[in-house]
Structure formats: structure tokens, C-alpha cells
């Protein structure tokens, strides 16, 4: 992950400047030497990524993750080398819709996509991304709604009422993005061009596992391996670590991983407590933070820990990630009957924020979050039951 | 290096004690500016120091550094400081098979292996120069964090016996100090963390033990650490002398004030 020179700068930090690509300099939050002051560097050094800014804080890059909402909760983004964790929900809706907004966002801001899953096809998972609503006075007006938490639900849905008159027909052509964070209608598909138009590779694990492949024997399950080497092929191909120096425009790969740890990929540690995999998963993610850490790239993983047994090892999995959130819907539950809840679809939970570059974290004081999927919208609101 | 640390430790880098076990563990919360506290304080004390950095990358170390007051980056340079990047050498071990060990050699093995490269690693970057450059006072090993090597497969033993061998050889050997960093898992059953933390608890000098807050998250105070000096391997009749302090983390550093004296309160 490259730091961004930042433009206001924290009083007495020494100034940087963007990487030039070498094989040697494009790590994770490194600093380049002390910005040339006055003159606007020009030519290949200041390169801006598209759909990528630099956090308030300390200058790392961040990139939106599909939601603008969690964005804000994260402070601002998700860092660029870093690990999003999703742990999902018991029937896995409410997380597979956050890990398809993260892709479309990428299909929006014009980044590479690496999507991998063990029980669905990549190009099928491609298909179902949520149309971008590209509308700019729409996204103004949900900004403020989002951003308010105080806003009451009824103003929130008068105000979409109002709007559905001004909406003009969706934008089909050269997407233009120099927003970051777009919002989607969960409701339509996303158009046809947009996905020929980005770059992705897929990893569908039936497919890759098939090829008898001579490896020594290692304590990874077979399918991991292989979507390691798979990830490190890309990243050295097309450069993400800045082996390439004479790519003119970086660009970040966004990686999903669907399942992570689900009985597919041939891990058992959902079935039993003591598996004799048991420590593939987390080598997994060992191996897979140091390929972020060395690329510019971002990556979601969706895992389904309501199934895993072993509390210890959510524990284990939880520290080797860097940004975990829980999802938890009311679907089935208790609560989806329960008057008190039912302004909201589930319970979002902040599990961890990582330090970076930092000795402390832009924590949101609330802790209680409550989300509601709406048509256009995935709203995350302070849950006001427990206030 | 936190100044407020330094006087409740009633230590300073020109007269810090050597030979020394210094256990850092946090429970729920992250007891990592103590790390960075501790990597400063070493190398503002001239001391030959190296780093194990299992969880996170150099330029996050560094840059935390440079608030501080410390370089990293001119501080491996000169030698002074030797730093294994664990993540990105868990690449390198991993999609190439090396010739000769590699310190993180266990990613690569099928069954629970041992740590007897890593301390291979750490014994030759701490072993005294005899061209006699610029003399350091006394080497520091300072790893972070533990528990990172039980989430990768070994065991408790195979750990305890590595911090064993270190023990025997920077503290006895060298007369330098070493620092690790444990989690706490708390509540959660967690019995490799719990034989791991026991064990280093009865053989350590210090122990900083960084915790949440009984009653949840709160902006003003973000935890509570405890001190404990203890004099392992003696039999003495003096209790061991015990300490808590609750800290707000700033950008620059850590404030400490006694319990219930948060500014934000009074």
C-alpha cells in the first residue's frame, strides 16, 4: 500500500511524495522522501489513483468499500493493503450484498477485480453486481441522509418519494467517477457494458482444483494453496507490486474471497473443533496480509464464523485480519417480530479498526449500529433502543 | 519512548536494567504502544535491538517511530537495529522453497514444527562484533507478537522453549533484556494462549499487562494498565510489587493518571 503525499500535512510530519513504481519501493505504508516543497510535481510522480484518497489522519490510500455508510465508519475507507473480514449473517444474505457492493465499486471506479468462490462462478457472481446509481442529485441528497444519524426514517423515505419525479434514466456509457463511495440499487442489475468494460479475473476453486498439481505436502488444505498462487500471479503480472515500472496509471486490484473457510474450500474447521486442518485458515491469512502488504490492493473476505465451533479461533482469526465486521440480520430470530426492532434488518457490529501507521485508531463512539436495506440504500444508523 | 511510562517504571534508556524478561500482554484492547514504546526507549539507549515483527509491516513501525523520536530506517542502516518483517518473509518462505532455513521455516510444514530456526536467526543478529565498531551497550530482542505463532500452528511448548533458548542467551549469555507481547484471550477458552502466558508470566521480571475497561468502550480513558515487578527464581518473602494506572493514547503519546483521575472527569 502506497502513503499519498497528503496536502494539509500534520504539523511536523515530514512531508512525502507517491511512489515511483520499483520492484523494491512499492510497499505498504511507506513514506517516500520529503516532498518537494512549492513546485506541483508533474509527469508520472504524482499519480492519483482513481476511486482511491488519502485518510485524514496519516496520508495511507483508501479506497470506498462499496458503502459509504461503513466507510465513515472505518474512518474514511478501507486502507490499501489491508484484509476486511466480513463475518456473516446465519443465511448469508446481508453479507453477500456488502461483498457485491465492494466489487461493483470497483467495476465503478475502474479497478481490477480478482473475485473467488468455491460454490459459484465468478462471471455469475459478476452478473448480480448492484447497478450504480450515478445521479448526482440523488447521491447529494442521501449523503446527508446517511450522514445524519439523527435523521428520523420517515423523512428519509418522504424525501425518496419526492425524488423518484427528478430521476432522469440511468446513465449507460463512459462511467464517470470522481466520487468516492457510489451508491447502488440493490434492486437492478448491474448494466452489461459496465462488466465487459472492467478487467476481472475469476478463481472459481471446482475449476483450478481439478489439475493435479505436485506440491510438497503442506499444512494448507489444496484449494488455499492454490488461490495464494493464484493471487500472487496476478499481483507480479500485472504489476500491483510495482514490478512493472512502465505502467503509466496504477491501479488497485480489488480482491473478494466468498466463503472463506466454508466446507467447500475444503477446510473442516466449520465441522469440527479440532480439525486436522485446523491452522490452514489462519496460515492462509497470514500468507495473504503479506501479498496486501507488498501490492496495492484491497481485499473483503466473507466468512461464515457463526459455524465455527472453536471461539478460540475466531479469536486467532480476528487478530491476523485488519478490519473484521460482524453482520447479524434478524431474519429468523426473535427479533424480527419484536416491535421494539423493527426499524432495522439487523445488528452491524464493529468488531475491529486497525492501528495504522498510528498508536491509536479513529474508533465512532457508538457502539450499537443497527442496519436497514432499503431499495437504493443500506443505511447503518444508531441503534436507538439502546440509547 | 513515553516519558510518563519511563517515571512509573522509575526507569530512563541511560540506567535501564539488563538481563530482563519483560512480559507485555493486553486484554481486550490493543497493548501495541507498548511495543513501540519499548522499541524506542531500547534504541535511544544505544542497545544492539532485534525486532520480530510478526504482524505488521516496517513502515508501520516506522512511522509510528518518527513520532517517537526514533528512525528505524537509519537505525537498520548503521546496524543497529535488525528487523524480521514476518509478513513479508512469509511470502518469500512460502512461494519458494529455500535452501538453506528460513526463520519462518514452520509456515511450510505439515505438522506442528519447532521454533529452532527462528532463535537460529535472532542468536546471530544479536552475537557481539568483535571488530569493534561502534560498541552497543547490550542486545534486546523484542518480539510482537506471540500469539501470532500460535494462530500459525505451533505449539505452546515449541514457543515457551523458544523464548527459553533466548532467555538462556541474550538475557544470561549477553546480559541484554527481552520483551514479548502476548493477547490475553480473556473469557474465551483458549488453552495453547493460557499454558503460553502462564509459563512467561512465572519467568518474567516485568509484566505490563494493558487492559479495557470493565464497563466498555469510553473516549477519554482507553484502558488500564497494570505493572507488576516480580522476582522470578527467588524464593523471597516480599510480595511482588503491583501498580494500575489507567491511559489515554494521544498521537504522540500515552498520559497516565491514577485511577478515577481522568482529566475529562475532574
Known amino acids: 500500500m502506497a502513503a499519498v503525499a497528503t496536502c494539509g500535512g500534520d504539523a511536523g510530519s515530514a512531508g512525502s511524495a507517491v511512489a515511483t513504481a520499483s520492484k523494491s519501493n512499492v510497499t505498504s505504508f511507506q513514506r517516500r522522501g520529503p516532498r518537494v516543497s512549492g513546485t506541483n510535481d508533474s509527469g508520472p510522480r504524482l499519480v492519483s489513483i482513481t476511486g482511491t484518497r488519502p485518510s485524514v489522519r496519516n496520508g495511507q490510500l483508501l479506497v470506498s468499500t462499496g458503502l459509504p455508510a461503513l466507510d465513515q465508519l472505518l474512518g474514511g475507507g478501507l486502507a490499501v493493503g489491508t484484509v476486511l473480514l466480513i463475518e456473516e449473517d446465519k443465511y448469508n444474505i446481508y453479507s453477500s450484498l456488502l461483498f457485491k457492493y465492494f466489487l461493483a465499486e470497483g467495476i465503478v471506479n475502474g479497478h481490477t477485480l480478482l473475485v473467488a468462490s468455491a460454490n459459484e462462478d465468478p462471471a455469475n457472481i459478476l452478473q448480480e453486481l448492484p447497478a450504480p446509481l450515478l445521479d448526482d442529485n440523488c447521491k447529494k441528497e442521501f449523503d446527508e441522509d446517511v450522514y445524519n444519524h439523527k435523521t428520523p426514517e420517515s423523512n428519509i423515505k418522504m424525501k425518496i418519494a419526492w425524488r423518484y419525479q427528478l430521476l432522469p434514466k440511468m446513465e449507460i456509457g463512459p462511467v464517470s467517477s470522481s466520487r468516492f463511495g457510489h451508491y447502488y440499487d440493490a434492486s437492478k442489475r448491474i448494466p452489461q457494458e459496465l462488466i465487459e468494460a472492467s478487467k476481472w479475473h475469476g478463481f472459481f476453486l471446482p475449476e483450478k482444483i481439478s489439475s493435479t498439481l505436485k506440491v510438497e505436502p503442506c499444512s494448507l488444505t489444496h484449494g488455499y494453496i492454490k488461490l495464494l498462487q493464484f493471487i500472487q500471479n496476478i499481483i507480479c503480472e500485472e504489476g500491483f507490486d510495482g514490478s512493472n515500472p512502465q505502467k503509466k496509471q496504477k491501479n488497485i486490484l480489488r480482491i473478494g474471497i466468498q466463503n472463506l473457510g466454508s466446507p467447500l474450500w475444503g477446510d473442516d474447521i466449520c465441522c469440527t473443533e479440532n480439525g486436522d486442518s485446523s491452522h490452514s485458515l489462519t496460515k492462509f491469512l497470514y500468507v495473504l496480509r503479506g501479498l496486501l502488504r507488498t501490492s496495492l490492493s484491497a481485499c473483503i473476505i466473507t466468512m461464515p464464523t457463526h459455524l465455527i465451533q472453536n471461539k478460540a479461533f475466531i479469536a486467532h482469526v480476528t487478530n491476523l485480519s485488519d478490519v473484521v465486521v460482524g453482520l447479524e440480520s434478524f431474519i429468523g430470530s426473535e427479533r424480527e417480530t419484536n416491535p421494539l426492532y423493527k426499524d432495522y434488518h439487523g445488528l452491524i457490529h464493529i468488531r475491529q479498526i486497525p492501528r495504522l501507521n498510528n498508536l491509536f485508531c479513529d474508533e465512532s463512539d457508538v457502539k450499537d449500529l443497527g442496519f436497514k436495506l432499503k431499495r437504493k440504500l443500506f443505511t447503518i444508523e444508531v441503534d436507538s433502543i439502546s440509547l | ?266
Open chain 2, 1 to 266: 519512548m513515553f516519558l510518563e511510562l519511563n517515571n512509573l517504571l522509575n526507569t530512563t534508556p541511560e540506567r535501564a536494567e539488563q538481563g530482563k524478561l519483560t512480559l507485555l500482554c493486553d486484554a481486550k484492547t490493543d497493548g501495541s504502544f507498548l511495543v513501540h514504546h519499548f522499541l524506542s526507549f531500547y534504541l535511544k539507549a544505544n542497545c544492539k535491538v532485534c525486532f520480530v515483527a510478526l504482524i505488521q509491516s516496517f513502515s508501520h513501525y516506522n512511522i509510528v517511530g518518527q513520532k517517537l523520536g526514533v528512525n528505524l530506517t537509519m537505525a537498520r542502516e548503521r546496524g543497529q537495529l535488525v528487523f524480521l518483517e514476518g509478513l513479508k518473509s512469509a511470502v518469500d518462505v512460502f512461494f519458494q522453497a529455500q535452501e538453506k532455513p528460513h526463520p519462518l521455516q514452520f509456515l511450510r510444514e505439515a505438522n506442528a514444527g519447532n521454533l529452532k530456526p527462528l532463535f537460529e536467526f535472532v542468536r546471530e543478529a544479536l552475537k557481539p562484533v568483535d571488530s569493534g565498531e561502534a560498541g552497543w551497550t547490550y542486545p534486546v530482542l523484542l518480539v510482537d507478537d506471540l500469539s501470532v505463532l500460535l494462530s500459525l500452528g505451533l505449539g505452546a511448548v515449541a514457543v515457551l522453549d523458544f523464548i527459553h533458548y533466548c532467555r538462556a542467551t541474550v538475557c544470561w549469555e549477553l546480559k541484554g533484556n527481552v520483551v514479548v507481547l502476548v493477547h490475553d484471550s480473556g473469557d474465551v477458552e483458549d488453552e495453547e494462549n493460557d499454558i503460553l502466558l502462564n509459563g512467561l508470566s512465572h519467568q518474567s521480571h516485568l509484566i505490563l499487562r494493558a487492559e479495557g475497561l470493565a464497563t466498555g468502550f469510553c473516549r477519554d480513558v482507553h484502558g488500564q494498565l497494570r505493572i507488576l515487578w516480580r522476582r522470578p527464581l527467588q524464593s523471597t518473602s516480599q510480595r511482588d510489587q503491583s501498580l494500575t494506572y489507567q491511559y489515554k493514547i494521544q498521537d504522540r503519546s500515552v498520559s497516565f493518571f491514577a485511577k478515577g483521575m481522568s482529566p475529562a472527569v475532574l
